[in-house]
């Protein structure tokens, strides 16, 4: 478990995502991504930080549910999961894992939905620079997301 995944974290945001992005040194930042990818990848990673996820696979059906239900992207954001680049990675993702996940679902699902219809307010999808130094606890109690 990460420091930034802890309900209570004092880090700020920018300090989540660079623990973020140190543990999971083979994602695909920057100039490796097309611009609308990489601008959906920050957003994207950025819920990863701030509900506290990781990047198995329950984990980003987690992030994926928060982002349409918990933040103000939406629907929009199915955009970019339909991007090549997203596309990339789906084909990397083995047969047991999804079957496994499938089987969670029954828990995830509902669960993620409860948490994101409890928030006090949703999380900024993509206008999210002015809370980059707030501490994680503060944004999580700010915003009402339960990790």
Aim: proline share 5%.
């Amino acid at each position: 478990m990460h420091a930034f995944q802890t309900q209570d974290c004092a880090m700020t945001l920018a300090e989540g995502l660079a623990e973020y992005y140190r543990d999971n040194p083979g994602l695909k930042r920057g100039d490796a991504l097309s611009a609308p990818a990489a601008a959906f990848f920050r957003s994207h990673d950025a819920v990863h930080v701030v509900y506290g996820r990781g990047t198995s696979l329950p984990d980003e059906a987690v992030v994926k549910l928060a982002s349409l239900f918990g933040t103000t992207g939406g629907l929009s954001v199915l955009g970019g999961y339909a991007l090549h680049d997203s596309q990339d990675i789906y084909r990397t993702l083995r047969l047991s894992e999804i079957l496994r996940t499938l089987v969670a679902a029954v828990i995830i699902v509902p669960r993620t939905l409860v948490r994101c219809l409890r928030q006090s307010r949703p999380w900024p999808w993509t206008d999210f620079e002015a809370l980059r130094n707030q501490p994680l606890r503060d944004i999580r109690r700010r915003f009402g997301i339960a990790v």
